[in-house]
């Protein structure tokens, strides 16, 4: 069993290329507002108009609804996180603050949606569909059941604040590693089982490049990375589909039904985990993931909080 068919060594290159490439855009979109707005506001403008019509229209790997839908949820979110971080007063506003958590379950419930929309495709993986081959099977099933528990484990937002540094990162303290690792291993199920041939790059590398600045640069900050890494690689992949498709960095899937299986399998059973540890918090504590935070007993959380 393998994830893929072959990775040559210059793919490999390649990814470490891409995966250093997003983390120093991103460095680029904390440095403040000016450059941020020119990366998620100015230029998405310019491409909407005289790029993206041609390269990722009907036919290409990018035209789906999926594809354009994304690239737009992940750069609201950018400029929705800019708000709260730049406008004066903005993070007290207690539905201000509830922005964050819509904007990343509506990115979720969007894959979710994917995931259980290929299932009914019928794909067997030897005819493309919407541009990308595809097996359907129930780890569509799975993983979009996974997807559905992420969301429901989101918590505290009221908890969230912007540091006081000339950054002004979004930090959220209630958002933790190990919700951070099941996400991550279910979107790289989604990607893998839905457009598998990107994943290579738009799942593996692009979910490493929020996390490791979410671990080690600016931690509490992983939503902030995670959109504006997203963002600038939908941007990317707009604007050159043949990158992940037909160029010689290319990286094909395998479509191993016990691949499909395994990725969906480890993602359901991370978000279970998750999910029993969080209300397990809740009942123990009578706190209330809606209106409070889940975690302030942990340290993890403690370390984020401390920058209030």
């Known amino acids: 069993m393998s994830l893929y068919q072959t990775i040559p060594w210059y793919s490999v290159l390649m990814w470490f290329g891409v995966l250093v490439g997003l983390m120093l855009f991103n460095e680029l979109a904390r440095l403040g507002k000016w450059p941020a707005l020119v990366l998620f506001l100015v230029l998405p403008l310019i491409l909407t108009f005289t790029v993206w019509p041609q390269t990722a229209g009907e036919g290409s790997s990018v035209g789906t609804w999926f594809h354009w839908a994304k690239v737009y949820s992940s750069l609201a979110g950018c400029l929705g996180f800019m708000a709260l971080r730049f406008i004066k007063g903005a993070d007290k506003n207690k539905w201000f603050l509830f922005f964050p958590a ?52 989101i918590s505290g937002w009221a908890g969230i ?64 990375h995670r959109a504006q890494t997203l963002a600038i690689w939908m941007m990317f992949v707009m604007c050159f589909p043949d990158f992940v498709d037909n160029s010689i960095f290319a990286v094909k899937a395998s479509l191993d039904p016990n691949a499909l299986f395994l990725v969906s399998f480890l993602a359901l059973a991370a978000n279970i985990a998750v999910f029993v540890f969080h209300f397990a918090k809740v009942f123990k504590y009578n706190r209330s993931p809606i209106r409070a935070e889940v975690y302030p007993d942990l340290a993890a959380y403690r370390a984020i909080a401390a920058g209030r």
Request: proline share 3%; aromatic share 18%.
């Open 161 to 224: 604040f912007i540091s006081k540094d000339k950054k002004r990162d979004m930090l959220w303290p209630d958002m933790l590693w190990f919700w951070i690792i099941a996400y991550d291993l279910w979107n790289f199920a989604y990607v893998y089982n839905c457009v598998g041939d990107h994943s290579f790059y738009a799942g593996a590398a692009l979910l490493v490049s929020c996390t490791i600045p979410a671990f080690f640069i600016r931690k509490g900050a992983w939503l902030q």
């Open 102 to 153: 819509f904007i990343l379950a509506l990115n979720i419930g969007e894959a979710v949606a994917r995931d259980f929309q290929v299932y009914f495709l019928n794909a067997d993986g030897l005819v493309p569909v919407d541009g990308v081959y595809m097996r359907s099977g129930v780890w569509n099933l799975m993983n979009g059941v996974a997807g559905i528990l992420n969301i429901v484990t």
